[in-house]
């Protein structure tokens, strides 16, 4: 959508056009408008009442700033102001207040309306002003809203007096993050200095789930938010995905960009968009450092000048306002960007946008492709897909293209207007630890329940409760950042005062140690150095290639020359989380037989590739599958649910590593692991914070440094954990994983006729363990058989604690202790006595094929032969006899009126006995379901 906009006529006699002041009609008739849209035409009666929360959503460069400053400028000339900043505009980007600076004081320079920036690159001779005689619009940056909140904490109410709206540009990108938090607090405080509610305006693009956006703008109150949609929200695109294959390195090849997808990639940007403006997007600032270099050769080879630029956040101010100068020009520029220019800068009228490797997610794909496509033109998206050759040693992750499939899930999502919603499971408690510090700073001292009161009872922190905002004071304290006088007053700590007078303390995020790059007088940008720095090593910089003369390590200063030599920089910072959403959708391309339109021959040949490799290895009913003595596991979920699964199998001790969309254990089959996997459903109980307290670091947010463990742990667990996620696709894998490791042979499990008869006796037994790695360093220390004749009498009971020659763990789940375990046997002294209660009986379990793995691995362990007549189920019996998908022992047990052991902890022989009454129910009423589930020695799970 564009100027003019083409909703109904501004000169109807229906319009909300007559509804402004009339010098406001005057500006836009100047503008050439013979209609406002729809959204505007909205918003207009909601703002002028002047007391109405409102959020506007509508595409880029739909005119949402003036949907909001039309009404709001009409409403400042019909009244007399007293004085006192009235409308807040407050921005992610200091680069957006700058460009939303000129903009709206074109607006309003004819309506002697003052427009007045703040943000850490505004002179102080503007600021000045401001605070001498405050009136009229301020556009400033959350930062700078908290500076001022320090350090003029008793002049907010008199500079804000006489505030009447608040205005929040890009709000999706403030959603359920630290600054998001930060910003929530912000405008509470600004409420509780001016004394009143004042009514807020929310403008974006790309929000995914409007009652999130409802409950951001207005916590605890979001039915009174007005959402104002435009009806034409997607404008027309023209896409193509273009695929390229990275061809395996041959000898003597020693490409230092680490493949020819980059050459090529290069070669048909070059030729394709040169001539043109345009935006090339990238998700790593030292891919657009690789290809600007190599885009700037190029010209230079064929002597012509150079269009290709780079721009991302660790350039200068300076470096990047020029490039912002250049697309505004009338002389044709491509510039290579990172997320710097993905929000609403006016950057003038592009050709076309690009974006290298699939788009981080759907909502920031939604935000490139609106830079292009103005002036009522349709949008045009180049999308460039890279995939590994195919060769006799490539990864199955590698085979499936799954980048393609990525790609193309997200365009399918975008078509259906589907974007990521905003993440609101966080505690923000590095947020509330800086917000606690500024308001002390702000009143010079405060009270534990004033603090409480004002952030978390009536704030933003609705979600802590008192007892964990002592405990986070109590920490506090112990870090130094606050302390407490005698009449309980809340002061800066020493530690406190020195984190408070520094300039980054207004950031929520935390900033890492950059050294400044610097040529001659002129500053190129910072670089975050994770490894030493030498003296003659060459980089790629700003779209040039340098040597590094000197370094200062004490300055952090990195002196550079120009060198016809150099290589891209890693800068600090991974990769975007993938939703959820985005990998089922994978799930679904890889299943269709579709083929989309904009996919050039080599993205067609690789989604075919994909789609004959998730066949081969028969993904759709297989969650994993073998590479040597590894399982690859393919869960179809979002990042944070297969972070949670591989953090969860660490902490019981099974090596897990993320592996692109899926992730692999080490020396494990599948059968193995769905054992593995049933076990954790079967011990429920667990939690995110259990997970999380066995993470090795936990301190991600910028203060997370100063709260104590069990904070800082729930904090993480809320925060970077998803149990009910993980638990779901727990049960989706346990459901697909064999059961015995044969079905990856045969594809089906064949129990021989022999063995469906009525077995001579059973061994119920019970494994109490140090965790689930059967075949790695966990063991056995606990033991328990019951063995029982054909028709269920009860023959004989043993049990034994073993000594697992290894510390022990989750005391609380089997309530066996290291002093119990300490004059034990171990599993060789036992072995003998156990194997002649096993001897001749099939082995029962419930979830046998988890104390089999464990049983199997000891008995080799000490050298002692164990070949048992067959295995039998209890939790797969009850699965064939109800159909009910239970799995926990006790839940069996109720379903069919057997009492269940009591207690917390789960000992070896309580469990056996409980085992062996489900067992015994079963055979008294469905002898025959109990002989047709019993495997045989052949399929055992050894």
Known sequence: MSWPPSASDARSGTSEFFRLHTKVQRWIHRQGWPKLNDAQEQTIPLVLKGTEDVIVSAATASGKTEAAFLPICSALLDEVADGGIQ??????LKALINDQHRRLDELC????????????DVPGSAKAKVLTKPEGILLITPESLEAMFVLRGM??????????????????????????????SLLHR?????RRRVPRIGLSATL??????????RSGHNESVHLVTASHQTSNISAIIRGYVNEAPTAGDHESDGGTSVERISEHVFTALRGGNNLVFFDRRGDVELYADRLRRSSEERAVPNEFFPHHGNLAKEVREHVEDLLKSNRPVTVMCTSTLEMGIDIGTLTSVAQVGAPPSVASLRQRIGRSGRRGEPAVLRMYVTAEEITADIAPQDELRAELFQAVAMMSLLAERWYEPADTSSLHLSTLVQQVMSVIAQHQGAHPAELFRGLCLSGPFSHVDKATFAALLRDLGNAELVQQESDGLLLLGRVGERIVGHYSFYAVFAEKQEYRLVHGSRTLGTLHVTTPIEVGSLVIFAGKRWKIVSVDDQASLIQVEPSRGGRAPKFAGGRAEIHDEVRRRMRVWYESGDVPAYLDVTAQRLLDEGRAAYRRFDLARNGALTRGDDTIVFPWRGDRILNTLTAWLTRIGVQAARDGVAFTVPKCT?????AILQQLLLEDDTTAEDIAAALPDTAVEKHDVHLGKPLRTRAYAAGYLDMTGARSALVDLVDRLPEHDVDIITGTLRVPQSLITTPTAYAVVDVETTGFAARGHDRIIEVAVVRMARDGTVLSEWSSLVDPRRSLSATEVHGITEEEVADAPTFADVAPTLATYLDGAVVVAHNASFDLNFLHAEFARASHPFTPHGSLCTMKLDTRVHQAGRRRLPDCLAAVGVPGPHGAAHRALTDAKATADLLRHYLTHAPHDVRTVVIGPDFSTS
């Open 87 to 92: 409308v807040l505009y407050v921005s992610p």
């Open 109 to 120: 320079e004819s309506l002697d309306l003052p427009v007045h920036r703040w943000h850490g």
């Open 155 to 184: 002049e907010i109410g008199w500079l804000l007096r006489g505030l009447r709206w608040v205005v929040i540009d890009e709000m999706h990108s403030f959603m359920g993050t630290e600054r998001g938090a930060q910003l929530q």
């Open 190 to 194: 600004v409420e509780l200095a001016t």
């Open 208 to 217: 995914g789930d409007m009652q999130a956006a409802r409950d951001y703008l």
């Open 670 to 674: 599948p059968a193995q692991l769905r």
